[in-house]
């Protein structure tokens, strides 16, 4: 199996900035498409950003869009979520999560909890005004 752990997470004051990061171990990885998902309390999963590894094909929520940016570093097995200019209402439990096996998703599916099987355990944003 494939295991997920995010870091960064913490407190920050509206406008400031995190960098979350989410290592990839375990027996073996090859997923190709990896995202960031956020729950806050009493709210559903949603899709923050995703990526088509292979082919650097990136999706983001329309809300996010400018201020958050996910990329990756395949050396290391690791892909970041660079969140900038951030509100109060990005405060949530951010996870990251992989979709088994080597398949590509479109843009919109990359966005969708239910295309990704491989679940991190969690990292806490809380922004502050």
């Known amino acids: 199996q494939v295991q997920l752990v995010e870091s960064g997470g913490g407190s920050v004051q509206a406008g400031g900035s995190l960098r979350l990061s989410c290592v990839a171990s375990?027996?073996?990885?090859?997923?190709?498409?990896m995202g960031w998902f956020r729950q806050a309390p009493g709210k559903e999963r949603e899709g923050v950003a995703g990526?088509?590894?292979?082919?650097?094909?990136?999706q983001y929520a329309d809300s996010l869009k400018g201020r958050f940016t996910i990329s990756q570093d395949n050396a290391k097995n690791t892909v970041y979520l660079q969140m900038n200019s951030l509100k109060p209402e990005d405060t949530a439990m951010y996870y990251c999560?992989?979709?088994?096996?080597?398949?590509?998703?479109?843009?919109?599916?990359?966005?969708?909890?239910?295309?990704?099987?491989?679940w991190g355990q969690g990292t806490q944003v809380t922004v502050f005004s």
């Open positions: 999560a992989a979709r088994p096996g080597r398949g590509l998703l479109n843009a919109g599916g990359l966005l969708v909890p239910g295309n990704f099987g491989y």
């Open positions: 375990g027996d073996a990885y090859s997923s190709n498409v």
């Open positions: 990526i088509n590894r292979g082919g650097g094909v990136t």
